[in-house]
């Protein structure tokens, strides 16, 4: 009894997914909790698991589609697995390979039965291909009557001379090349209505060399709230830098022992979630969210912390960080960050931020200006530690500099504010010591 394959709930707001992709083809034998299908919602990615042993029956909804909470996307079924998983376009081949096979090995038992078995040519005509000399499914002859192909002139390169679709689509790339090579030396010839022929369009040699790819539901969702965000928000950006000399020689002194006895390794974010917790507690608007006509003022502190992935960027956050030491927001940070990468992220891990930080420096990056995470005011960017030259009690020296950029949100903060949360973050980091103090 086949087993239908519904789209389980996504959370709490989210309605419909898009499939990403099917990890089984329809015929392959599966295990009750193997992965199906990759469903993509606006937030996370999550895989659809087999309920039951059985064999993949039937796909109803192909990557791409857009599917809503208990829609069926496909079927389980009891049996045994094709063997190879071939897709529903390769079984139509190995059909017709056999049906052409069987149909060669056929003789006629006199020769009037052989002539009355040829087609009319103008069943050829209509059919647009051969039935002798060549091989082919289907879909592929399809394709080539798409484009005006004689496959009597393609040679197959499948077992025993069969055309398959990638001996089609050789040719059709070049006759495209060739009618691009011959296009300039041709003047278009008038037609009897006095108008000139359009000559092949100048794109087509470059068709070759494109390539379409889906954009993700995560990255379409992105987009749009970037889009939303600076549509929304009268966004400035500020900047300051700080000498990162004192941080920097700490963090060489202890992060071996720190290591070791915590089992999480010292980077720079936690230095600077600190001190950002530190600025929040004196600038609370900073921390804060407008709705309508009231501004919602924070006292909780939970840190968004940006994660490139391969699909774009995401916001993990960091629950209750005022509460934690140097090692909690360290190893929370690289957990949500292995998260992030394997598309492990749930819905919980990256909502509810109230403020967010991004470290463009891991890049290369030396200045930008971060775009804000709604309905959030305000994020800071890190960027790039490089030695220049600074003046220090009246002399040259060569430092460690770092730049830093707070976007904010001006209808909620004030230039004044901006620059003094910058400021006292400078002040926290040139003094990491006293960062023990703000916890």
Not at 134 to 147: D, G, I, M, Q, T
């Amino acid at each position: 009894m086949a087993v239908e394959i519904h789209v389980p709930e996504l959370g709490e707001s989210v309605a419909d997914a898009t499939v990403g992709r099917w990890l089984k083809s329809e015929g392959d034998e599966v295990a009750a909790g193997e992965a199906l299908v990759e469903l993509e919602t606006d937030k996370i990615n999550f895989e659809v698991e087999a309920e039951q042993d059985g064999v993949l029956q039937s796909i109803a909804s192909k990557e791409g589609d857009t599917v809503n909470v208990g829609d069926v996307i496909g079927t389980i079924g009891e049996g045994e697995a094709s063997g190879n998983g071939a897709a529903p376009e390769q079984e139509a081949e190995q059909s017709d390979q056999e049906e052409q096979s069987q149909a060669e090995t056929a003789q006629p038992e006199s020769e009037e039965a052989a002539q009355a078995s040829e087609p009319e040519a103008g069943d050829e005509e209509a059919n647009g291909h051969r039935e002798e000399g060549f091989r082919a499914s289907p879909s592929v002859r399809k394709l080539a009557e798409e484009y005006g192909l004689d496959l009597a002139e393609v040679s197959g390169s499948g077992s025993g001379g069969r055309i398959t679709r990638d001996d089609v689509e050789r040719l059709i790339r070049e006759s495209d090349q060739s009618e691009t090579k011959t296009a300039p030396e041709k003047a278009p010839k008038p037609e009897s209505n006095g108008k000139a022929a359009q000559a092949p369009a100048s794109e087509n040699g470059r068709a070759d060399l494109e390539e379409r790819v889906r954009v993700s539901r995560r990255r379409q969702t992105i987009a749009q709230r970037l889009v939303e965000s600076q549509q929304t928000a009268a966004m400035l950006t500020t900047f300051n830098e700080v000498d990162m000399s004192a941080v920097m020689a700490l963090r060489k002194r202890r992060k071996e022992s720190f290591q070791e006895r915590t089992g999480a390794r010292l980077g720079f974010m936690s230095f600077f979630a600190k001190a950002s917790i530190g600025a929040l507690k004196a600038f609370p608007k900073v921390n804060a969210e407008l709705q309508g006509n009231e501004l919602v003022l924070k006292h909780y502190y939970d840190i968004g912390v940006a994660v490139s992935t391969d699909e774009g960027l995401v916001v993990p956050v960091v629950r209750d960080a005022d509460r934690k030491s140097f090692a909690g927001i360290e190893q929370g940070i690289a957990d949500l960050a292995v998260k992030a990468r394997d598309g492990k992220l749930t819905l919980a891990d990256i909502t509810g931020g109230t403020f967010t930080i991004t470290n463009g420096g891991i890049f290369g990056s030396l200045i930008s200006t971060p775009i804000l995470t709604m309905p959030q005011v305000a994020i800071l960017g890190m960027h790039k530690i490089q030695e220049k030259p600074v003046v220090v009690d009246g002399e040259i020296v060569v430092r460690p500099m770092m730049y830093l950029a707070l976007s904010y949100d001006h209808r909620v903060i004030d230039g004044s504010e901006a620059v003094g949360f910058l400021v006292r973050i400078k002040e926290l980091i040139e003094d990491p010591e006293s960062l023990l103090l703000e916890g």
